[in-house]
């Protein structure tokens, strides 16, 4: 593989660039390796910019999961951008979209649209310290939900990447209020809400850890939230940037049968382009400005082309009811190749998976439960893996501790060549 005008683009960038990228994962630094530059990608394939192609499996880290640049999303983007990129003033295509998110996730009854993941976590907080009148919030050992002040406290995703799972510049004062709990551990909750009796005013929870690697629920765990949280009239959040649509067309809601308060959106519903979003019971989003008092604003909120895109994929799922079943025979043919590649290499690996998310975990646990599970993995063998893949076009995460991701672009004689490629890697990385 040759990646020379990668290497030489690095250096352009550090020269203008904060560490010569834009998200700390995209440096490839726990994978030892300069950062791969990407030209285009098209349907189930990435091209870098020195012309090599790579089946990707990372998807723009999940929200391509009909692949890249589909006819008719790009169509509607196109379309969109004719008419205008930005307007700051309502459109007939935000209420679209609206309905399009209620139709599927019927727990949504209102939605507010935002720019980001981060801003759409940072808003729900908000929202449920208002409604509930509490400071605290629990959050998850290991889950990540964006790079607000109050979430980076033993967060997932980069911060484990990079060995830093508290951020500098984060005051004691906002840390005080962010309690942490075990990711399938009820009791670690009902302990906290025992111990601030009355001032924690949310759970949020990522349904499907996707930030430590994938992390599903044990024992009825979200079931548990969901009661402890009425026991003690906080709210429930999920957290569904990554699982909303992902994992089942109503997502987590549909995928275990648990109801949160609140939801936030990112990733899918924009098609690939920026977007995020927040909503859930009428009673509690109709606190939001200006019909309430709950601040929150955004320019590009509900921009034309983020909806358009994301209108235009949410409906092409919408419009298949065999998508998620064909999505999760895609996934079961990967997961059973890698693990029966593992198995003849010798090497332990635990492969955790929730419908067409998964990770390929370098660890002797046959079970990853929780973040003290995922962290115990091996991540300079992970490091190999991942450049032997690399090499042999198989576009994985930079790091450990993301998911891999199944699109509907990718054939069988693509998932085909990852289960190939992944049985040469482990028998050169032993």
Known sequence: MNINTSISEFSRAKQHIASGVNSPVRAFKNVNSSPIFVKSAKGAYITDVDDSKYIDFVCSWGPMILGHAHERVTEAVKKAAERGTSYGAPTIQESEMAEQINKMMPNIELVRMVNSGTEATMSAIRLARAYTKRDMFIKFEGCYHGHGDSFLIKAG???ITLGLPDSPGVTKGTAKDTLIATYNDAQSVKKLFEQYPNQIAAVIVEPVGGNMGVVTPKNDFLKQLREITNQNNALLIFDEVITGFRIAKGGAAEYFGVKPDLVTLGKIIGGGLPVGAYGGK??????IAPDGPVYQAGTLSGNPLAMAAGLETLKIIDEDPDFYNKLNKKADFLVEGFSNNAKQAGIDVAVNRCGSMMT??????????NYNDAIKSDTK??????LNMINQGIWIA???????FVSAAQTFDDLQKAVDANAKALKLIK
């Open 157 to 159: 995703s980069g911060a």
């Open 282 to 287: 009428r009673e509690i989003m109709n606190m």
């Open 360 to 369: 390929f975990f370098f660890n002797s646990l046959k079970e990853i439960n």
């Open 381 to 386: 063998l992970y490091a190999k893996y991942f």
């Open 398 to 404: 930079p790091s450990q501790f993301e998911c891999t």
